[in-house]
């Protein structure tokens, strides 16, 4: 995948949407069977000799054993970290999990490598940029798009906060080890690709509403990784060699996109403040986290029906309504003058329906109750979740303007 990166590269010198992008720091990216192989040569190479591997009880058997083992093979004096997990035996990204990694790290370690899905990348990405030491991605599941962006999302005093950190300086990703890993994840990944249908909408619609800076570049580069991903959704299901393949190598661009762009705003919308409000609220009453992709792939199907119904049957309404033009004179303005625009960027987010079976296809949750989510919950998370984020998004709009009674939405 060097050569997509150099390409990527090459795209964003030339990208007319004026922001300043980000430099893509990633040096090698190995997406293979065997992959893991391959890391001992690059350290070396590197001249990195203390190795620090993060990971957890799992995600240490899945890979993290292995890999320690072919690096001591080669003479490299790895250690490890294994990240103590919560009372219900979830690793979440909170200060105890930072304080433990960046202890047991201390000043002797030259480089991290996060062994793991989302969590462990997350952790370690904030301890790598705070030792101001890099990091190496392996990741064990294809579940999340964050393996090579910059944004490190953590649990501070309770309240779900995202950190522009580092990305890694290269990513080893095997096949061998993608494909073990359980089926629940695998859904979990294509949930947080297919999150990029209200995500795009969203950060298009704020665009176009609130004048936010838009990248052309990373949108497009999006919306390819989630067709790619969704136009073989059935070699994926089938978890064999090329369906993996693809689907990490779509998570993987994914993170580009948003490297490049240097915020999350082309993958995370509306779908993921909703998200994160629902992680938040597990944490505050001591349950069991859900999986994030199978969060993000039902808040998407949940906020499609949202915006395909609720704000396109308003839209007409608004424009010309004297009360709100008066308290939002300005955004009213940018509506009306890209109101075709707009009405086309919700009228081309899929049907809910369709959705839903993609992701029944893969044997992934569809309704909030499959994640043990009330439907209380999701009424206050649909009134409340947009302050999570400084972001204009439908969600905000629906909420902050059309003051929207959401009634039993909640059941789509």
């Not at 997509?4 to 893509?24: G, P, R, V, W």
């Not at 790290?105 to 462990?120: E, L």
Request: with cysteine.
């Amino acid at each position: 995948m060097e050569t997509f990166i150099a390409e990527i590269h090459d795209l964003s010198k030339t990208c007319s949407c004026q922001n300043e992008h980000n430099e893509i720091p990633i040096e090698s990216i190995v997406v293979k069977s065997g992959a893991l192989n391959k890391v001992a040569h690059y350290l070396t190479k590197k001249s990195f000799k203390y190795p620090k591997i993060v990971a957890d009880d799992k995600t240490m058997k899945a890979a993290g054993e292995k890999l320690a083992e072919l690096l001591e093979a080669e003479g490299i004096k790895v250690t490890s970290c294994q990240i103590t997990p919560d009372e219900n035996g979830d690793v979440v990204a909170d200060e105890k999990a930072l304080v433990q990694v960046l202890l047991e790290t201390g000043k002797t370690s030259d480089v991290m490598i996060a062994v793991g899905s989302g969590t462990i990348h997350d952790i370690t990405r904030f301890c790598s940029a705070t030792l101001n030491i890099p990091f190496i991605s392996v990741p064990t599941a294809p579940s999340v798009d964050g393996f090579t962006s910059l944004g490190a999302p953590l649990i501070v005093r309770g309240e779900k906060k995202t950190f522009q950190m580092t990305s890694p300086i290269a990513v080893f990703a095997d096949i061998d080890v993608l494909k073990n890993a359980p089926k629940e994840m695998i859904a979990a990944g294509v949930g947080d690709v297919i999150a990029k249908y209200t995500s795009l909408a969203d950060w298009k619609f704020e665009r176009y509403a609130a004048n936010a800076p838009f990248c052309e570049l990373s949108a497009e580069l999006t919306q390819l990784t989630l067709d790619e991903c969704v136009n073989n959704i059935d070699k994926i299901a089938s978890a064999d060699e090329e369906g993996i393949t693809i689907l990490i190598e779509s998570l993987i661009k994914s993170g580009i996109a948003m490297l490049v762009f240097g915020q999350s705003h082309p993958a995370s919308g509306g779908e993921h403040h909703l998200s994160h409000y629902w992680e938040m609220d597990l944490l505050k009453n001591n349950r069991p986290q859900v999986l994030h992709g199978a969060k993000v792939g039902v808040t998407t199907i949940l906020l499609s029906s949202i915006y395909k119904t609720k704000f396109l049957a308003e839209l007409e309404n608004i424009l010309d309504n004297p009360a709100i033009q008066e308290k939002h004179e300005q955004l009213l303005v940018n509506i009306r003058e890209n109101k075709d625009q707009i009405k086309q960027i919700i009228q081309a987010i899929p049907d809910p329906a369709d959705t839903r079976k993609l992701m029944e296809s893969l044997g992934g949750p569809v309704t909030p109750e499959e994640l043990g989510i009330s439907d209380s919950l999701v009424q206050e998370s649909l009134k409340h979740a947009h302050n999570l984020r400084d972001r204009y998004t439908v969600l905000k709009f629906l909420n902050e303007v059309l003051q929207t009674e959401y009634d039993t939405v909640a059941k789509v």
